[in-house]
T-cell receptor, first 112, second 113 residues
Framework: GQQLNQSPQSMFIQEGEDVSMNCTSSSIFNTWLWYKQDPGEGPVLLIALYKAGELTSNGRLTAQFGITRKDSFLNISASIPSDVGIYFCAGQRMNRDDKIIFGKGTRLHILP | DVKVTQSSRYLVKRTGEKVFLECVQDMDHENMFWYRQDPGLGLRLIYFSYDVKMKEKGDIPEGYSVSREKKERFSLILESASTNQTSMYLC????????????FGPGTRLTVL
């Protein structure tokens, strides 16, 4: 099945730095979702985006639905140790069923 | 508070055994999904269900079957477990309709020896 291209695959940053990751697709999506997965747990929804151009924040997290409907990005400002984990983007295509396509994830490591 | 629970967090089985993974959601969601997660491969959809007694194959259904006898419960069955089915299995549910989010359970880490 189709997958989203999520980058980077992993990141090593210093505590306090800002983080940026993105997802792209060759298909148009009508919904973009960003999840975070802590070690040994299931993914937890962070932000949902429903409109092209939409910019949504959740605390230190900000995500945008790209104008072309083919991409999305997630920013984390002033990273803290508990931000460590795997971040997944996910999208639902136009006029499709309720299935969601997931990116392969960005693993975030924070150095003290 | 929405909740998706999975019957086991960790499971160890032997090759050839029949394995049942259970998932229960308390949100009255119509849709339920089973994924497996492997390093470098992300989440891959095994099977999903839109309603009771209804099932659809996902991207990697081979070696698996599912059962949805009640709305709140979705079971994943490995008829004869093999070592390449060692993985993290995640269950999710969502309400029906476009543009909806899926809620995940904590996962079951299955090891097949």
């Amino acid at each position: 099945g189709q997958q989203l291209n999520q980058s980077p695959q992993s990141m090593f940053i210093q505590e306090g730095e800002d983080v940026s990751m993105n997802c792209t697709s060759s298909s148009i999506f009508n919904t973009w979702l960003w999840y975070k997965q802590d070690p040994g747990e299931g993914p937890v929804l962070l932000i949902a985006l429903y409109k092209a151009g939409e910019l949504t924040s959740n605390g230190r997290l900000t995500a945008q639905f790209g104008i072309t409907r083919k991409d999305s990005f997630l920013n984390i400002s002033a990273s803290i140790p508990s931000d460590v984990g795997i971040y997944f983007c996910a999208g639902q295509r136009m006029n499709r069923d309720d299935k969601i396509i997931f990116g392969k994830g960005t693993r975030l490591h924070i150095l003290p | 508070d929405v909740k998706v629970t999975q019957s086991s967090r960790y499971l160890v089985k032997r090759t050839g055994e029949k394995v049942f993974l259970e998932c229960v959601q308390d949100m009255d969601h119509e849709n339920m999904f089973w994924y497996r997660q492997d390093p470098g491969l992300g989440l891959r959809l095994i099977y999903f269900s839109y309603d009771v007694k209804m099932k659809e194959k996902g991207d990697i259904p081979e070696g698996y079957s599912v059962s949805r006898e009640k709305k709140e419960r979705f079971s994943l069955i490995l008829e004869s477990a093999s070592t390449n089915q060692t993985s993290m299995y995640l269950c999710a549910s969502s309400p029906q309709g476009a543009g909806v989010s899926q809620f995940f359970g904590p996962g079951t880490r299955l090891t097949v020896l």
